[in-house]
């Protein structure tokens, strides 16, 4: 089993997001997905998620908040987590060696999108708090997430 993270990167009101790369041999190809990946051995889900925006985006982050985690069909876990971007950090942003491109989506852009089914399901289930959440411009509260325990 390989445990992962993925990572809600918010600046202002949206979301970056990465296009994953056209390849028949990964997961969900071609499809929007957030920043994240497999968990390397030793590895906490919070280092996970930290160097994997520093391999695809060539950024850190100061502060990530642990949303919880889920299980996929597998019955792997996948942590779910939230950072803010300030300016001067969407001014560091370049791809790295996985995916076509970035852009910022709102939260309903991510739902209307072809994005990786796991993290569009997470997406909808929480659209209407993460949307209080993004108006308010406060940090979320893991306790009123969504989360899929179980595959």
């Not at 028949?24 to 968990?39: C, K, R, T, V, Y």
């Not at 930290?50 to 950024?59: A, C, S, T, V």
């Amino acid at each position: 089993m390989r445990s992962g993270a993925k990572i809600l990167l918010i600046h202002d009101d949206k979301f970056l997001v990465i296009l994953r790369d056209n390849l028949p041999e990964i997961a969900w190809p071609n499809l929007w997905d957030f920043p994240g990946g497999g968990l390397e051995e030793g590895e906490t889900m919070e280092e996970g998620v930290i160097r994997e925006l520093r391999e695809e985006l060539n950024i850190g982050v100061e502060k990530v908040i642990r949303l919880g985690i889920e299980k996929d069909k597998k019955g792997e876990e996948k942590g779910r987590f939230w950072a803010r971007m300030d300016d001067e950090k969407v001014k560091m942003v370049t791809l790295g060696d996985e995916g076509q491109r970035w852009e910022f989506m709102s939260l309903e852009e991510i739902v209307a999108a072809d994005f990786v089914p796991p993290l569009k399901d997470f997406v909808s289930r929480n659209l209407e708090y993460f949307k209080q959440v993004v108006k308010k411009r406060r940090e979320p509260d893991p306790e009123k997430i969504s989360l899929k325990t179980a595959p």
